[in-house]
């Protein structure tokens, strides 16, 4: 059974850069889906952001602009998130997940709150 | 991107009711579409891929039906369990958008 568990600070000064990791326990990351990131900020829906593929392939969001960076790294079996020039407006839960072409697989992580604040 | 719209935005039922729940794509997404249930402070469940293959252990209550824009989950016998809030995301193209849910409440 595949298992996620994101990890980071809970507040971030604006401007500064948001970075949460996501431990994978169950599954190399190196063997198949793709992993990736979905926020929710509050009392409002979902937004997916991001994703990096177990070959090494990464999908952004382009409401995000150029500010988003995912990375893996297969010898920890986690994969990051980078979030730059954060606004208030970044102030949300993100969940990483995992999951397939089709989400005939998909797994996500409990979530952990971020609040943009200074 | 594929804008994905819900309606209705929320609802009233009792248990007991049949509740469906549409989303539509702004273009053609084949049957790349997935429907998730999010309870509060819970991160979301899978019940539906495919636009209509149930995932393992959601029950039989729940279906899903549509192709190319247009698609509905459905719930035969709403049960009290099933008050939550819904999600449409389509898996055709990136970003993988979602609807912007669906909240069944009493």
């Known amino acids: 059974q595949v298992q996620l568990q994101e990890s980071g600070p809970g507040l971030v000064k604006p401007s500064e850069t948001l970075s949460l990791t996501c431990t994978v326990s169950g599954y190399s990351i190196s063997r198949n889906y793709y992993w990736g990131w979905i926020r929710q900020p509050p009392g409002k829906g979902l937004e997916w952001v991001g994703s990096i593929s177990h070959s090494g392939g990464t999908f952004y969001n382009p409401s995000l602009n150029s500010r988003v960076t995912v990375s893996g790294d297969t010898s920890k079996n986690q994969f990051s998130l980078r979030l730059s020039s954060v606004t208030v407006a970044d102030t949300a839960v993100y969940f990483c997940?995992?999951?397939?072409?089709?989400?005939?697989?998909?797994?996500w992580g409990q979530g952990t709150l971020v609040t943009v604040s200074s | 991107d594929i804008q994905m719209t819900q309606s209705p935005s929320s609802l009233s039922a009792s248990v007991g009711d049949r509740v469906t729940i549409t989303c539509r794509a702004s273009?053609?997404?084949?049957?790349?579409l997935s429907w998730f249930q999010q309870k509060p402070e819970k991160a979301p469940k899978l019940l539906i891929y495919t636009a209509s293959t149930l995932q393992s252990g959601v029950p039989s209550r729940f279906s899903g039906s549509g192709s190319e824009t247009d698609f509905a989950l459905t719930i035969s016998s709403l049960q009290p369990e099933d008050f939550a809030t819904y999600y449409c995301?389509?898996?055709?193209?990136?970003?993988?958008?979602f609807g912007q849910g669906t909240k069944v409440e009493f």
């Open positions: 273009q053609s997404i084949r049957s790349y």
């Open positions: 995301q389509q898996s055709y193209s990136t970003p993988r958008t």
């Open positions: 997940a995992a999951y397939t072409a089709t989400n005939d697989v998909h797994y």
